[in-house]
């Protein structure tokens, strides 16, 4: 994640045009008991951030040209196989910007494909990890070794230092989530992943939660937590962007790549706030983050889990994070990283296919 200096010219504008839309208060946040009562109506979710193994981010998975519903809906039969029932998507807002009435078909033909399989998804709005500039067309093909080589942030920095661009981002959080607001085959809504701690996404981030809200979707919002402590003791506190996360989010969702001691003393510091838990990123095999570990405990705590990465593909997430120093071109990492099936479908670890099954309930007669 790539962090900006202060611009206080620009966060005085953001203030200016942010402000009274803020303060407006079109929807309001659930409640506990709302949040509680939506929860206790869900499955145990579990399953995977998701892009297809031909895709190397999520313009190339959602664009004419390369959306493959075919692969998608190979791929999903296997995660079906695995007890899988969610999978975290993130769309991107030039798809909107390009071609609204397409990209909301081709969404709608993913969730057919994932009801199919009935697996129903989280999807995600923004995201500020990654290429800082991202462009429609042709994306460029994986560099050789690297993790994760071709993402693309959303919006761009030229559209976050841009206010003039603040209205077609609202408009495409306005447009995807009133599509798609009483759909019962979307899960929840993560409006922002990682948002960077830079002044425009500060001032931003609370308002595309008031613009999703104003669609009035009938699904929760949230916003992942994944500062190294976000569950702060004594003096120390949340980040402006926990601050926000914490208060604005329907259901609370985090990152944690770490061991399971880890990974349950964050659950147990987020329980206090009385809202449904779901981990929409974790599983790093060789940082301690395993499944073999951490979804016994996620099952105990009823936390949703969602890893990264399902098909070993064009983003090469089976690569672990120091491959951005030195790619792995001419020796393979001794252990994947992400990742949970190869391209042919066959599981990386045959024992975490089973775990999987084991804690999810899934039998042979129910895959038929």
């Known amino acids: 994640m790539k962090r900006y200096p202060k611009a206080a010219v620009v966060v005085t504008v953001l203030a200016l045009l942010l402000t009274p839309a803020w303060t407006k ?116 093909p994986p560099i050789p070794g690297v993790h994760n080589s071709g993402w693309v942030q959303s919006p761009g920095q030229p559209a976050l230092k841009d206010p003039s661009q603040y209205p077609r981002l609202k408009e495409y959080v306005h447009g995807v989530v009133s599509a798609f607001a009483n759909d019962k085959r979307v899960v929840a809504w993560d409006v922002w992943n990682e948002p960077a701690s830079s002044p425009e996404v500060i001032a931003l981030l609370p308002q595309v939660f008031a613009w999703a809200r104003e669609a009035h979707a009938s699904q929760p919002l949230t916003s992942g937590i994944f500062q190294q402590n976000f569950t702060p003791i004594g003096s120390e506190k949340p980040t402006p962007v926990t601050e926000i996360q914490l208060a604005e989010s329907d259901i609370l969702s985090f990152h944690n790549y770490s061991w399971p001691e880890d990974f349950e003393k964050h659950v147990v510091g987020l329980e206090k706030h009385n809202r449904p838990l779901i981990c929409t990123e974790y599983m790093a095999r060789s940082a301690g983050s395993t499944f073999d570990t951490i979804l016994p405990v996620a099952k105990k705590h009823h936390v949703a889990a969602i890893n990264w990465g399902f098909v070993n593909g064009k983003t090469q997430t089976n690569l672990p994070w120091d491959s951005w120093d030195r790619p792995y071109v001419k020796t393979q990492p001794t252990v994947w990283f992400h990742d949970v099936l190869r391209a042919d479908g066959t599981p990386y670890r045959e024992r975490e296919a089973e775990i999987m099954r084991e804690l999810t309930g899934k039998t042979a007669a129910a895959n038929r």
């Open 25 to 140: 208060g079109h929807a309001q946040r659930w409640s506990e008991a709302q949040a509680n009562a939506w929860y206790a109506q869900q499955p145990w979710l579990v399953g995977s951030n998701y892009v297809p193994t031909n895709a190397i981010n999520q313009l190339e998975m959602w664009q004419a040209e390369t959306f493959d519903p075919q692969q998608i809906d190979k791929e999903l039969s296997w995660a079906r196989g695995l007890g899988m029932n969610t999978m975290r998507v993130f769309l991107h807002d030039l798809l909107w910007q390009q071609d609204s009435a397409g990209f909301k078909h081709r969404i709608d033909t993913f969730l057919a494909v994932a009801d199919k399989h009935h697996i129903h998804p989280v999807f995600v709005l923004f995201d500020s990890c990654w290429e800082p500039e991202p462009k429609l067309g042709p994306q460029h």
